[in-house]
């Protein structure tokens, strides 16, 4: 039976160069969403605080994120969101930077493109 090698220097320097910020970044996002939905569904797991703290540190590293990734990100984390109001009842919840509040059209939903073209009319004696 043979024991494992430790990797060279060299294997060790190859591995470092190959290893990119983004994906680190988007793979611990990933986790800390993936996390905060655990918190929040699983009963023998259920944490509302360490949920909320995974939310707040994805949300936190969001500016960071590629933009070919930042739409999936901010998809997954607002199902988080939705389901951590869900589960703890909590009504103060923040919007995402560049997300409408509660209440306001989506962007791209019917609603908000007839808000769009509603403004757009013109009313005699406006």
Do not use: H
């Not at 500016?63 to 909590?90: C, F, N, W």
């Amino acid at each position: 039976m043979s024991t494992p090698q430790e990797p060279t220097e060299e294997q060790l320097l190859e591995a470092l160069r190959r290893v990119k910020v983004d994906d680190v970044l988007l793979q611990t996002m990933a986790t800390l969403v993936n996390l905060a939905g655990q918190k929040l569904s699983i009963p023998e797991a259920k944490d509302p605080a360490e949920a909320k703290k995974a939310i707040d540190a994805a949300r936190a590293m969001l500016p960071l994120a590629p933009e070919e990734a930042a739409g999936q990100i901010k998809d997954a984390l607002s199902q988080v969101q939705m389901l951590y109001v869900r589960e703890t009842g909590a009504a103060g919840v923040e919007p995402q930077p560049g997300e409408p509040a509660a209440g306001e059209p989506q962007p791209g939903s019917d609603e908000a493109e007839r808000a769009k073209a509603r403004s757009k009319i013109w009313i005699p004696g406006s």
